[in-house]
Antibody
Framework: QVQLVESGGGVVQPGRSLRLSCAAS????????MHWVRQAPGKGLEWVAV????????YYADSVKGRFTISRDNSKNTLYLQMNSLRAEDTAVYYC????????????????????WGQGTLVTVSS | EIVLTQSPGTLSLSPGERATLSCRAS???????LAWYQQKAGQAPRLLIH???SRATGIPDRFSGSGSGTDFTLTISRLEPEDFAVYYC????????FGQGTKLEIK
């Protein structure tokens, strides 16, 4: 069965960095786009970033562009999110999600819905 | 950016009743790239509907989605106790955005 297990969350000071991981199993990881989605405490869902199945394309929400980097290691079936220059407003539960790609646009940006989600890892940015 | 507005914010119903949740987009969602997710407290979201009306694997047929363009609806035909949760719509036609959620609570 499909499993996504996030790790790496914790408490970090503003301006510091943190790297999240998402270990995938139960499916052909290298065949799927992968996403990060976050949820601030008591709030709704916010899409963060996506990486294509082969890692050649990635896109970010404006709120994290230039600070966060999504990457993957298909040999390890693992997705990453490197978060730099963290701010209080980045405090959230971070979920990884598998993207089921319906089509891919001419710019390489996929149209994915999220069919499997991990359980999430909490990141708290506080001094 | 496509903004999704869900209504109502909270819906109070009893088991056995019919629930109708609305999701309105600020501009047309191309090719009906609209999904619905269910989230229970302390859990990850779960995919219910994609392509506006296609049920995800394992989702009971009491859940149905409809709509196109800017207006979409999630209907739960006969509420079961386990259906009380928060529901989000999401569009994936132009980047990715979520609605703010509708909380379905027991009356």
């Amino acid at each position: 069965q499909v499993q996504l297990v996030e790790s790496g969350g914790g408490v970090v000071q503003p301006g510091r960095s943190l790297r999240l991981s998402c270990a995938a199993s139960g499916f052909s990881f290298s065949s799927y786009a992968m996403h990060w989605v976050r949820q601030a405490p008591g709030k709704g869902l916010e899409w963060v970033a996506v990486i294509s199945y082969d890692g050649t394309n990635n896109y970010y929400a404006d709120s994290v562009k230039g600070r966060f980097t999504i990457s993957r290691d298909n040999s390890k079936n693992t997705l990453y999110l490197q978060m730099n220059s963290l701010r209080a407003e980045d405090t959230a539960v971070y979920y990884c999600a598998r993207g089921e790609t319906v089509t891919i646009g001419p710019d390489g940006f996929g149209h994915d819905y999220f069919d499997y989600w991990g359980q999430g890892t909490l990141v708290t940015v506080s001094s | 950016e496509i903004v999704l507005t869900q209504s109502p914010g909270t819906l109070s119903l009893s088991p056995g009743e019919r629930a109708t949740l609305s999701c309105r987009a600020s501009q047309s969602v191309s090719s009906s790239y609209l999904a619905w997710y269910q989230q229970k407290a302390g859990q990850a979201p779960r995919l219910l509907i994609h392509g506006a009306s296609s049920r995800a694997t394992g989702i009971p047929d009491r859940f149905s989605g409809s709509g196109s363009g800017t207006d979409f609806t999630l209907t739960i035909s006969r509420l079961e106790p386990e259906d009380f949760a928060v529901y989000y719509c999401q569009q994936y036609g132009s980047s990715y955005t979520f609605g703010q959620g509708t909380k379905l609570e027991i009356k």
